[in-house]
């Protein structure tokens, strides 16, 4: 069983940063792939980006390529999705999860909560 908490979301404007961090509570987190998807009101979660269980592999989604950056610390139980040059588009509840190494929601098994990410233009 894994618990997981997002935190650092908030309200930027176009062209800036935000850290969001998810921190997992069990011993098993290092044992998990990691992955951050988004849902925008109206719209269906799409994926963002994900981490494999030793952070040596990671893949974006065409949107986030170049501006998002995944990892992890194992040693901290946490996973980060740095997010610069933000646009309006970005607004979003931002979820992390645990599972498989997949970008389909269907293969994650553990969800955190969700943080709220709103970029003003």
């Known amino acids: 069983q894994v618990q997981l908490v997002e935190s650092g979301g908030g309200l930027v404007q176009a062209g800036g940063s935000l850290r969001l961090s998810c921190a997992a509570s069990?011993?098993?987190?290092?044992?998990?792939?990691m992955g951050w998807f988004r849902q925008a009101p109206g719209k269906e979660r799409e994926f963002v980006a994900k981490?494999?269980?030793?952070?040596?592999?990671?893949n974006y989604a065409d949107s986030v390529k170049d501006r998002f950056t995944i990892s992890r610390d194992n040693a901290k139980n946490t996973v980060y999705l740095q997010m610069n040059s933000l646009k309006p588009e970005d607004t979003a509840v931002y979820y992390c999860?645990?599972?498989?190494?997949?970008?389909?929601?269907?293969?994650?098994?553990?969800w955190g909560q969700g943080t709220q990410v709103t970029v003003s233009s």
């Open positions: 999860a645990a599972g498989s190494f997949g970008a389909s929601a269907d293969d994650y098994d553990y």
């Open positions: 069990g011993r098993t987190f290092s044992s998990y792939a």
């Open positions: 981490i494999s269980s030793s952070g040596y592999r990671t």
